[in-house]
C-alpha cells in the first residue's frame, strides 16, 4: 500500500508539474483539500480517496487512468524542426541580397500565395520551408530599400507586406518548436504594421503576438488582447475591424481556459458568439475569426476541462468544412480525438488519428498534442488495435523523439 500511494503521489506531482505547474495550494483549492493533504499525498504518506482523486486528476488536465498507471507516459514535446534557411534568415545570416528591390505588388501577391498554401495545403510545412526563405530576404530588403523612400505610400505598402509575412512566420515558428522565433517574429510584426501606421495589422499582430504568449504566459496574452480591443474601439467600426476584435477576444478565451477558469471562458465566448453570428464566416487578416471558430472554441473549453460528454456534443453540430483553414480543421479533429481519450474509447481515438494522418500527415507529425496521445494510446493500446497504433507511431518517427 505504501508503496502504491508513492507511486500515485509522484504522478499526481508529475503531471501537477507537467500541465501547468501550478503550485499545490491552487490545486488542493480547486479540488476542496488542503496544501498539506496535497503535500502528503505528492509525498506518498496519504492515499486519495476516489473522489480526491478525480477531482485533482480533473484539475491537472488528464485522465484518472494517468494517475493510476505504472509510469508516467512518454510525453513527446516539439522537436525544433524549422528549416535551418528560415532560421538563417531570421537571425540575420543572410544570402547576397538582391541586386533590386522586388516589385511591392509582387511581393504582396506572394505572401498571400504563401499564406493561402499555410492554410489549405496538407504538405504546408515542407512548403513552407522551399518558400519562406528567399521570400523572407525579398521582403526584408525591400523594408530596407524604402526606409528612405520619397514614395511614402509604397513604404507603407511594403511595410503592411511585411506585417503579414511575419504573421506567418510567427504560426510556421510557433508550430515546429521554435518559441524564441515565434516571438521575434511577432514583434517585428507588431513593429512593421506600427510604422505603417495601420491600425487593424496592428491588431493582427498582437493577436499573432497573444497566440504566442498563451502557451506559457496566459495572463499576458489577454493583456495584449484586452488592449488591443480597446484600441479597436477607437477605430472606425467596419466588418474586419469587428471580426479582429472577435478574433482577439477568442485569444481572452483561450486564455481564461488555460488558466482553468471555466466560468470565464464560457462568458466569454457566449458574449463573442453573439457578435461573431452576425458577421458570419471569414478570414479577416487570415484570423479565420467566424461563427465555426466560435464554435470550435467551445469544443476546446470543455475538452481542456475534462468534459468529454458535453465537448462531444458540441462537436456533433459544427461543420468544419466551413472553416478556411487546415489547421483549424486539424485541431477540431484532434480535440475530438482527444474528448474520446477522456473516455477511453480507444477505437475512436485510433480512428480519429488515422483520418488526420489522411488530411494533414505533416501536422500530425509536427503537432506535440498529437504525439502525446499517439504515446498514450500506444501505452494501453489492446491488443486488437496494437498493430495499427504501432505503424502509426513508426511513420511520425514516434521513437526517434530525442525525449523517448
Known amino acids: 500500500m505504501a508503496n502504491q500511494a508513492a507511486s500515485i503521489g509522484a504522478r499526481i506531482r508529475y503531471w501537477r508539474h507537467r500541465n501547468g505547474g501550478r503550485s499545490q495550494a491552487a490545486i488542493a483549492g480547486l479540488c476542496g483539500i488542503t496544501e498539506d493533504y496535497l503535500s502528503q499525498i505528492e509525498r506518498g504518506r496519504k492515499t486519495p480517496a476516489l473522489d480526491v482523486l478525480l477531482a485533482l486528476a480533473r484539475e491537472i488536465g488528464v485522465p484518472i487512468t494517468a494517475l493510476l498507471e505504472e509510469q508516467a507516459p512518454a510525453t513527446p514535446e516539439e522537436t525544433p524542426t524549422v528549416a535551418p534557411d528560415v532560421a538563417a534568415v531570421l537571425m540575420g545570416y543572410r544570402t547576397p541580397p538582391p541586386t533590386a528591390a522586388a516589385n511591392p505588388a509582387s511581393l504582396r501577391e506572394r505572401v498571400e500565395t504563401a499564406w493561402r498554401s499555410w492554410q489549405t495545403s496538407p504538405n504546408r510545412f515542407t512548403e513552407a520551408a522551399a518558400i519562406l526563405p528567399g521570400l523572407l530576404a ?92 480597446e484600441h479597436l474601439a477607437t477605430t472606425p467600426q467596419t466588418t474586419e475591424s469587428r471580426a479582429l476584435a472577435g478574433a482577439l477576444g477568442l485569444v481572452t478565451v483561450t486564455a481564461a481556459a488555460r488558466r482553468r477558469d471555466w466560468w470565464t471562458a464560457r462568458e466569454r465566448l457566449e458574449r463573442i458568439d453573439q457578435d461573431g453570428s452576425r458577421l458570419g464566416e471569414g478570414n479577416a487578416y487570415w484570423t479565420v475569426f467566424g461563427p465555426t471558430n466560435i464554435e470550435l472554441h467551445g469544443l476546446s473549453i470543455e475538452m481542456l476541462a475534462g468534459q468529454a460528454t458535453d465537448g462531444l456534443r458540441r462537436a456533433d453540430s459544427i461543420d468544419i468544412s466551413r472553416v478556411p483553414s487546415l489547421e483549424r480543421q486539424f485541431t477540431f479533429t484532434l480535440e475530438v480525438a482527444c474528448c474520446y481519450d477522456l473516455r477511453q474509447e480507444d477505437a475512436a481515438v485510433l480512428v480519429h488519428l488515422l483520418d488526420l494522418e489522411q488530411f494533414a500527415p505533416e501536422d500530425l507529425v509536427h503537432n506535440a498534442g498529437a504525439r502525446r496521445l499517439v504515446a498514450r494510446l500506444r501505452a494501453r493500446a489492446r491488443p486488437t488495435y496494437r498493430r495499427q497504433i504501432e505503424a502509426l507511431a513508426e511513420r511520425i518517427s514516434l521513437d526517434h523523439h530525442p525525449d523517448q
Not at 504560426?171 to 510604422?195: F, I, M, N, P
Not at 497573444?210 to 489577454?222: F, K, N, Q, R, W
Open 138 to 229: 525579398d521582403v526584408e530588403y525591400a523594408v530596407s530599400s524604402h526606409r528612405e523612400a520619397a514614395d511614402a505610400s509604397a513604404r507603407r505598402d511594403i511595410l503592411r507586406t511585411a506585417a503579414d509575412l511575419y504573421g506567418l512566420l510567427r504560426s510556421y515558428c510557433r508550430r515546429t518548436g521554435r518559441h524564441d522565433l515565434s516571438l521575434l517574429v511577432a514583434d517585428r510584426a507588431l513593429r512593421a504594421a506600427e510604422d505603417a501606421d495601420d491600425p487593424l495589422r496592428i491588431a493582427a499582430a498582437q493577436w499573432n503576438l497573444g497566440h504566442v504568449l498563451l502557451a506559457a504566459e496566459p495572463e499576458g496574452a489577454e493583456q495584449v488582447a484586452t488592449l488591443a480591443i
